[in-house]
Nanobody, 121 residues
Framework: QVQLVESGGGSVQAGGSLRLSCAAS????????MGWFRQAPGKEREGVAS???????FYALSVKGRFTISQDKAKNTLYLQMNSLKPEDTAMYYC???????????????WGRGTQVTVSS
């Protein structure tokens, strides 16, 4: 059973940076599509960044140029470097994994519990 645990969230001022981590365990062999999603109160969960099984990266328009997704397969860890943070980036951030390339579709089989990011103006 794949388990995902996010960390690195916190409170920052606008313009600041955070790096989220997602530690994975219980992986079977093979490649996984990995994604970062976020959900603000009263809003739907939205895809932020994804890295598919071929290693291609994808970003939501709202974060492109500010966020960077990466992974260290040796450590089974996914990262999201977030720069130039804005108040509208405030949300709970979740990582997700699946053997299917879901990209920004929230149908991943495995999800973490999330880490809160709060950006103040």
């Amino acid at each position: 059973q794949v388990q995902l645990v996010e960390s690195g969230g916190g409170s920052v001022q606008a313009g600041g940076s955070l790096r989220l981590s997602c530690a994975a365990s219980g992986y079977a062999s093979g490649n996984y599509c990995m994604g970062w999603f976020r959900q603000a109160p009263g809003k739907e969960r939205e895809g932020v960044a994804s890295i598919d099984r071929d290693g291609r990266t994808f970003y939501a328009l709202s974060v492109k140029g500010r966020f960077t997704i990466s992974q260290d397969k040796a450590k089974n860890t996914l990262y999201l470097q977030m720069n130039s943070l804005k108040p509208e980036d405030t949300a709970m951030y979740y990582c997700a994994a699946d053997r299917i390339d879901w990209w920004f579709v929230a149908k991943y089989n495995y999800w973490g519990r999330g880490t809160q990011v709060t950006v103040s103006s």
